[in-house]
Structure formats: C-alpha cells, structure tokens
C-alpha cells in the first residue's frame, strides 16, 4: 500500500507540467543563469572604463598613461567623441566629472599639473608633488578600489628610476647613507629593469586622492540603490500573484457571465490594468515613504521624478502579470511560469545582483528586462539627481514595452472571448 501511493504521487507529479517545472526545471534554469553569471568570472573578468585626463602632458605624464593603457584590466579613454567628420577631443577634468555623474563611468582619473616632476616615492613618505585625482561613483564600489591597485601597479611599472631615487633619498633621510657609487650602481639597476616587470608592493607609489562625487551628498547612500533593485523585483511579483485574478474568475464562470454583458475582453483587461497599475504605484509609494522615515531616503526632494518613473514601472510591471495569467492555463502554471522567468529577471536585470558586478556581456543582456530600466531611473532620480528630461529613455522603454506586453495579453486572452 505504502508503494502504491508513493507511484501513485509520481504519476500526479509525472501529469503536473507545473509541479513538475517548479522541481526540476526551475532549479537547473536557475543555477545555470548564477552559473552563467559568476562561473566565468577567472576567464572573462570585465573591464573597468577609466577616463584619464592629462592636465601634465609631461614626458611623464605620457609615460603613466601608456602604461595604464597596457593595463588588461582597464578600458581606458582619454578623449571623447564628437559629431561626425570632427576630430576628438581630450577629456577636461569638468567632462570627466560630468561623466562619472551621469553614470557613464564609474571612475575617472585626473593627472595634475606638476605629477611629471615627481610621480612616485618610496614607503610612506609622500613625494610632495601633485596628488593624482580618482573621481569615483560609490554606487560601483568595486570599481574605485580595483582602480587604485591597478594605479599603483602601474607606477611602479612606469617610473622605475624615480622610484629607485626617491627610496635612496628616503633611505639618506631615515637611514644609513650611501657612496656615491652605491647610489650610481642602483640607479643603473634601475634604468635596465624592463617596465612590465615592476610590480606595486607594500604601501602605494603613488598620491592618490579619491572623491567621491555623488555619494558624500546622501543621507543613506545604499538604501536608495536597496530600494529601486528590491522593489522592482517584489512589484512584478505582486503584479504576477494579482494577475492571477483573471485564471480564478475564468475557473469559476465569472468571467463568462462578466463577458456576457456589455463588458468586452478589451475593456476588462484595461479595467484590470488600471487597477494592477495603481495598486503597484501605492506599493512603491509605501516602500519608499517607508524608506524615507527609517532609513533616510530623500523621497520629498526627488518627488517628481519618483511620481515619473514609479507610474512608468507599475504600468510595465502590471502588463507583465496580464501576460502572465493570459499564457496560463491554471493557477500551479502561473507559479511556474512567474517564478522561473522573474527570478531569472531579477537575476540579470540588477535586482539581485548590482549589474555593475557583471561581465558587460551580461549587462548587456540585462537590458531585455524590465528590471535593468526600472532600476536605471530610479538611480538617476535618487542616486545621480538628474532632471526629469534626462529619464525619457528608461519611461519610454517601459512605456513602449507595456504596450507590447498589452497587446501580447490581448491576443492570448481571445480563448476567454464570448462568441
């Protein structure tokens, strides 16, 4: 007896597509799209964008920045692109900035006047010259500290001679004094070490002074980037669970009698629509009203911004749970189908994990979900503090991929139609 109901559950479970999906299928999708993601991590290591401006243009200057260019960790621009049949032109330290506000970068560097005459020094003491300058956004930051060590190393590599007179001068100041031909012998040394085999060790060669543009301004710097990611996520959830509406009334018999009178299927899913779409925007109203009273999110000052890209994200969000329910043909399908796909959603549209800790290859698939655009407003409203002109991508992204999704539920929901 007790075999015969355990095969007679796998029999449920072998005929159940949506049990079946949520124990084998889901897990595998799943774990290949982490795997995916970080497996990869050692071969394929991204590419850190850096702006270098050079306000030296020294010998040594020049120097420094043909060796950060042989950097493999680095993806380094020097100049910006300008109109067609117009030549480039260098980065200015007010461009750079610039950059690294509107999140084009998350790290620039800025080489001042003087860095030439002496670039590096040996132990804690500074070399009294120009500090280099890293502009960073703290909302990546992995990038500013990978750079710094790649700028150390990079010294080291570039200025061996200077390196090897500024430890003989600290070692005539806090140490025992050499002969002139100790001194000759070293520096001689140091002239025939090949570049690329210097490497940065102990404290760092260089002065380096890292300011953070966008983050010293925040209250609660994370919670903001907490917020977009998180709420995203747990929208289209809700949107999914609430969609599900239109499966029970169908089972029922409600929907029948609804679409007997003069209700059409059109009206009906617009009407669910407009109500999906508020219910959405209350929630995200909830969760940063919240936000703002516990954790310190800047919800009043940025309140128009918020208003744009919130209707833009629960309008899509809301889409998306009709499509969801008008695919499935029961409520266990709906389960299946709405985990897999908005988990994997989360997974590379930044929900789950920064985007910026992706491989650009990711990245840029991260752009087919809504989460990756979501997510993108709300840190140009929160975090970077541009105007509302600056949002018409992202709400013109979601806006347009809601009707899309609209459409989509449409044209499935014809079973539903009353001939």
């Given at each position: 007896?007790?075999?015969?109901?355990?095969?007679?559950?796998?029999?449920?479970?072998?005929?159940?597509?949506?049990?079946?999906?949520?124990?084998?299928?889901?897990?595998?999708?799943?774990?290949?799209?982490?795997?995916?993601?970080?497996?990869?991590?050692?071969?394929?290591?991204?590419?850190?964008?850096?702006?270098?401006?050079d306000?030296?243009?020294?010998?040594?200057?020049?120097?420094?920045?043909?060796?950060?260019?042989?950097?493999?960790?680095?993806?380094?621009?020097?100049?910006?692109?300008?109109?067609?049949?117009?030549?480039?032109?260098?980065?200015?330290?007010?461009?750079?900035?610039?950059?690294?506000?509107?999140?084009?970068?998350?790290?620039?560097?800025?080489?001042?006047?003087?860095?030439?005459?002496?670039?590096?020094?040996?132990?804690?003491?500074?070399?009294?010259?120009?500090?280099?300058?890293?502009?960073?956004d703290s909302?990546?930051?992995?990038?500013?500290?990978?750079?710094?060590?790649?700028?150390?190393?990079?010294?080291?590599?570039?200025?061996?001679?200077?390196?090897?007179?500024?430890?003989?001068?600290?070692?005539?100041?806090?140490?025992a004094?050499?002969?002139?031909?100790?001194?000759?012998?070293?520096?001689?040394?140091?002239?025939?070490?090949?570049?690329?085999?210097?490497?940065?060790?102990?404290?760092?060669?260089?002065?380096?002074?890292?300011?953070?543009?966008?983050?010293?301004?925040?209250?609660?710097p994370?919670?903001?980037?907490?917020?977009?990611g998180?709420?995203?996520?747990?929208?289209?959830?809700?949107?999914?669970?609430?969609?599900?509406?239109?499966?029970?009334?169908?089972?029922?018999?409600?929907?029948?009698?609804?679409?007997?009178?003069?209700?059409?299927?059109?009206r009906?899913?617009?009407?669910?629509?407009?109500?999906?779409?508020?219910?959405?925007?209350?929630?995200?109203?909830?969760?940063?009203?919240?936000?703002?009273?516990?954790?310190?999110?800047?919800?009043?000052?940025?309140?128009a911004?918020?208003?744009?890209?919130?209707?833009?994200?629960?309008?899509?969000?809301?889409?998306?749970?009709?499509?969801?329910?008008a695919?499935?043909?029961?409520?266990?399908?709906?389960?299946?189908i709405?985990?897999?796909?908005?988990?994997?959603?989360?997974?590379?549209?930044?929900?789950?994990?920064?985007?910026?800790?992706?491989?650009?290859?990711?990245?840029?698939?991260?752009?087919?979900?809504?989460?990756a655009?979501?997510?993108?407003?709300?840190?140009?409203?929160?975090?970077?503090?541009?105007?509302?002109?600056?949002?018409?991508?992202?709400?013109?992204?979601?806006?347009?991929?809601?009707a899309?999704?609209?459409?989509?539920?449409?044209?499935?929901?014809?079973?539903w139609?009353?001939?």
């Open positions: 007896m007790i075999l015969a109901v355990a095969w007679n559950r796998f029999l449920n479970l072998k005929h159940d597509r949506a049990a079946f999906v949520l124990a084998f299928v889901l897990p595998v999708v799943f774990f290949s799209v982490f795997a995916s993601i970080f497996g990869g991590a050692r071969s394929a290591t991204r590419r850190v964008p850096l702006i270098v401006v306000e030296d243009e020294s010998a040594g200057s020049r120097q420094f920045v043909s060796a950060l260019q042989a950097e493999t960790g680095l993806a380094l621009r020097t100049s910006r692109a300008r109109a067609a049949g117009e030549p480039s032109l260098p980065f200015s330290r007010g461009a750079a900035e610039a950059a690294v506000r509107e999140g084009d970068v998350s790290v620039a560097l800025v080489i001042p006047k003087g860095f030439g005459e002496h670039p590096v020094h040996a132990g804690p003491v500074s070399s009294g010259g120009p500090r280099l300058v890293l502009l960073s909302a990546d930051p992995i990038a500013p500290q990978l750079v710094l060590g790649i700028l150390q190393k990079a010294g080291s590599a570039a200025f061996p001679e200077a390196l090897a007179r500024s430890g003989l001068e600290a070692m005539d100041r806090w140490g004094s050499l002969t002139a031909e100790q001194k000759a012998a070293i520096e001689e040394h140091a002239r025939r070490v090949p570049p690329a085999s210097a490497t940065a060790s102990g404290g760092g060669v260089l002065d380096i002074e890292v300011r953070d543009l966008l983050g010293r301004t925040k209250k609660n994370i919670s903001a980037v907490l917020a977009a998180l709420g995203v996520m747990f929208l289209l959830f809700s949107a999914a669970g609430a969609g599900g509406a239109l499966i029970e009334e169908a089972e029922s018999g409600t929907l029948d009698r609804v679409l007997s009178t003069r209700v059409s299927m059109t009906l899913l617009v009407g669910k629509l407009v109500y999906l779409t508020a219910v959405a925007f209350a929630q995200l109203v909830v969760m940063f009203v919240w936000g703002q009273i516990v954790f310190g999110v800047e919800l009043t000052a940025h309140l911004g918020f208003v744009l890209i919130s209707l833009a994200t629960a309008l899509a969000a809301s889409t998306f749970g009709l499509v969801l329910a695919i499935s043909r029961s409520r266990m399908q709906l389960v299946a709405a985990n897999l796909l908005i988990l994997v959603m989360s997974a590379l549209g930044g929900s789950m994990v920064p985007r910026y800790m992706l491989s650009e290859k990711i990245q840029r698939l991260g752009l087919l979900t809504l989460n655009w979501a997510i993108d407003g709300f840190l140009k409203v929160f975090w970077r503090e541009e105007p509302l002109s600056s949002l018409w991508p992202q709400v013109a992204v979601l806006i347009g991929t809601s899309l999704l609209f459409a989509a539920a449409r044209r499935l929901a014809r079973r139609d009353v001939t």
